[in-house]
């Protein structure tokens, strides 16, 4: 089921507020908020998941240490990248009154329904980063 403009919208920034917030509790919150996670997976296995550390991975990057972020989860990197291209390109289309990122989103979502192969790599890139991640028990 493709989302509608307006939706996808909502959804960018219902998810980039919430991954502000959630950097800002940890980077404002100190020392007593280090060690929350919402991983449900880890949580429940013991075993992270592709994404535990991302936050890690931010906050490293805030503080201007590019190779522990990379290390820690190269995933938060493409998290940074998304929090900040995200909501620029949402103001864009609002200032400019025009739809490009729904355009977009509808594109990419067209081109992975019609090229089934393309979740070959993803997936992959996916398995590797958890492999990473088990690797250096996260």
Same mark, same amino acid.
């Given at each position: 089921?493709?989302?509608?403009?307006?939706?996808?919208?909502?959804?960018?920034?219902?998810?980039?507020?919430?991954?502000?917030?959630?950097?800002?509790?940890?980077?404002?919150?100190?020392?007593?908020?280090?060690?929350?996670?919402?991983?449900?997976?880890?949580?429940?296995?013991?075993?992270?998941?592709?994404?535990?550390?991302?936050?890690?991975?931010?906050?490293?990057? #805030?503080?201007?240490?590019? /190779?522990?972020? =990379?290390? $820690?989860?190269?995933?938060? %990197? &493409?998290?940074?990248?998304?929090?900040?291209?995200?909501?620029?390109?949402?103001?864009?289309?609002?200032?400019?009154?025009?739809?490009?990122?729904?355009?977009?989103?509808?594109?990419?979502? #067209?081109?992975?329904?019609? /090229?089934?192969? =393309?979740? $070959?790599?993803?997936?992959? %890139? &996916?398995?590797?980063?958890?492999?990473?991640?088990?690797?250096?028990?996260?």
């Amino acid at each position: 089921m493709a989302l509608s403009n307006r939706s996808v919208y909502g959804l960018i920034v219902f998810l980039t507020g919430a991954g502000y917030a959630w950097l800002g509790y940890h980077l404002f919150g100190g020392d007593d908020h280090a060690h929350v996670t919402l991983c449900v997976f880890k949580h429940m296995t013991g075993v992270p998941c592709p994404s535990c550390g991302i936050t890690r991975s931010l906050l490293s990057l #805030l503080h201007g240490n590019i /190779q522990e972020a =990379l290390w $820690i989860n190269p995933l938060g %990197l &493409v998290a940074a990248i998304l929090l900040i291209v995200l909501p620029a390109w949402a103001l864009y289309d609002g200032v400019q009154r025009k739809r490009t990122l729904p355009g977009a989103y509808h594109w990419a979502e #067209l081109q992975l329904q019609q /090229q089934k192969l =393309l979740y $070959i790599p993803l997936i992959a %890139l &996916v398995l590797v980063n958890w492999g990473w991640n088990i690797l250096k028990d996260l």
